[in-house]
């Protein structure tokens, strides 16, 4: 071989190489999704337990089966799938139970969308059904627009839709119907 193939070898490899070079990129987010379907989850989680604090102390507690993570999507959210059980913890620790047969977290706007057999027990022993019920995180804030059966130890109160804070001292049935007694 001569001193000139043996360069043009040499140039040929350097095109060959350089050119591999410049045309790859090594955008971080593209190599995240690489092997992930557009419409699969990010991972997947199992027996999930997550604690929420302020200042030390717990204040909200999530339990699930089972997470689907969608944070790789333009507005990111988690799916539990088989279910959710909340508990909401006061000042006091008191504990307000929440507990659907389906949730999404939403990472952008902070907020949990509960469905399907929605059941909230409250510290005091109150309870409220409904098909969906939007918890807001950043507000402490529960509500829906749908129907709501809320009952406590001598009333039942039907209506189509639900507003309250957290502790439920200042809960509002909307559209109400039912049957509430007056103490006179």
Do not use: H
């Not at 008191?94 to 706007?109: E, M, Q």
């Not at 469905?115 to 098909?131: D, H, M, R, S, Y």
């Not at 189509?160 to 509002?172: H, I, L, R, W």
Request: net charge negative; charged share 20%.
């Amino acid at each position: 071989m001569s001193l000139k193939q043996t360069y043009n070898i040499i140039n040929i490899v350097t095109v060959i190489a350089v050119t591999m070079f410049f045309s790859c990129n090594n955008s971080l987010k593209k190599v995240q999704q690489m092997g992930i379907s557009e419409n699969e989850p990010a991972s997947i989680a199992e027996n999930i337990n997550m604690k929420y604090t302020d200042s030390g102390r717990v204040t909200r507690n999530l339990l699930s089966p089972k997470m689907l993570d969608f944070s790789n999507r333009d507005f990111p959210y988690y799916e539990f799938p088989e279910g959710v059980t909340l508990y909401l913890f006061d000042k006091n620790n008191d504990k307000t139970t929440i507990i659907s047969d389906y949730a999404i977290t939403y990472n952008k706007t902070n907020l949990i969308d509960l469905q399907g057999n929605v059941n909230i027990i409250t510290k005091t022993n109150g309870t409220l059904l409904a098909e969906q019920l939007f918890f807001d995180q950043d507000k402490s804030w529960v509500f829906t627009n749908k129907p709501v059966t809320y009952k406590t130890n001598t009333d039942e109160i039907n209506g189509n839709g639900f507003d309250s804070n957290t502790d439920f001292t200042n809960a509002e049935v909307l559209e109400v119907t039912g049957v509430i007694s007056i103490d006179e």
